[in-house]
């Protein structure tokens, strides 16, 4: 008991002295000369909040990135803003004071043209920065897709790329699956039990995975392949169907033979306007 009791003295005590350097500052601020008023509002004039993501995420890394190119110094500073995911930024971009960049998820753009119907005017599209990926990580008994009907499947936090698009995906697939929306770090430690009833993890993301880089699995945790069928190709691909490899084989043709002598320095997209700004 006197160590809890200590530790809750500690903890007392930091807090009164966090809230006691607040006040000091807030005082200090309202003292503050001229010459540091304009040393404030020069900062914030320069300064861009970037939504990024989760931790865990690969959004949040590409937003570090960012900032660590864009930044000079001087004129221009991007702030990273660590958020509930990619699908949530959108409504961070929108209503939260301090951000005025955000990494989105382009495809939860469509549940808000339903809830903000002049959303195309509010927000601007800048850049298509990486195409995220599918993966299902799976409990050694698990062999098929098919085998995750009935069963507890995890498509991480609410606000995240997993928690709106994962869903979607199975719901195509006709894969009726028990849905958790939990902390994927939480869902993993309890996948690896040997009595769990957590049979998978959903991923939307690009690699690399910190958890499958760093983390220890034993034999028989896996992926699965996720079939590429008209069942949910036409909603995510505005052609309405996946690429061929004929598709490819003609655009290396046209290069190739010279069909196409003005296209010097050009970017060549072939995903069927899958890169395409959704607003």
Not at 142 to 150: A, E, H, R
Not at 170 to 197: C, G, Y
Request: net charge neutral; hydrophobic share 40%; aromatic share 8%.
């Amino acid at each position: 008991m006197r160590l809890i009791a200590k530790v809750l003295f500690f903890v007392l005590s930091t807090i009164l002295s966090c809230n006691s350097s607040i006040a000091q500052s807030r005082d200090a601020s309202s003292r503050a000369s001229p010459k540091d008023s304009e040393i404030r509002e020069r900062v914030n004039a320069t300064t861009i909040g970037l939504a990024g993501g989760l931790l865990e995420g690969a959004p949040i890394r590409f937003a570090t990135e960012i900032a660590r190119v864009v930044s000079d110094g001087g004129t221009t500073h991007v702030l990273p803003v660590v958020t509930r995911g990619p699908t949530e930024n959108v409504n961070d971009l929108l209503y939260l004071k301090g951000v005025d960049m955000a990494i989105i998820a382009s495809d939860s753009l469509e549940e808000y043209k339903s809830q903000v119907p002049d959303i195309q005017n509010r927000i601007s599209y800048i850049l298509n920065l990486f195409p995220s990926e599918l993966h299902v990580f799976v409990r050694p008994e698990i062999k098929s897709l098919q085998d995750l009907v009935g069963k507890k499947v995890n498509f991480n936090t609410q606000g995240t790329a997993a928690a709106y698009t994962g869903p979607l995906v199975f719901s195509r697939l006709q894969l009726n699956v028990n849905k958790t929306f939990i902390p994927h770090p939480v869902a993993m430690e309890q996948m690896k039990k040997p009595d769990s009833d957590m049979a998978a993890v959903v991923f939307i993301t690009s690699k690399p995975i910190d958890p499958f880089l760093k983390g220890r699995w034993d034999p028989g945790f896996k992926f699965l392949p996720v079939p590429y069928d008209r069942r949910f190709a036409d909603g995510l691909v505005p052609e309405g169907r996946w690429g061929q490899p004929d598709d490819i084989g003609r655009a290396v043709a046209a290069l190739v033979g010279g069909d196409l002598p003005y296209a010097t320095g050009s970017v060549i997209h072939l995903d069927g306007g899958l890169s395409l700004p959704r607003l």
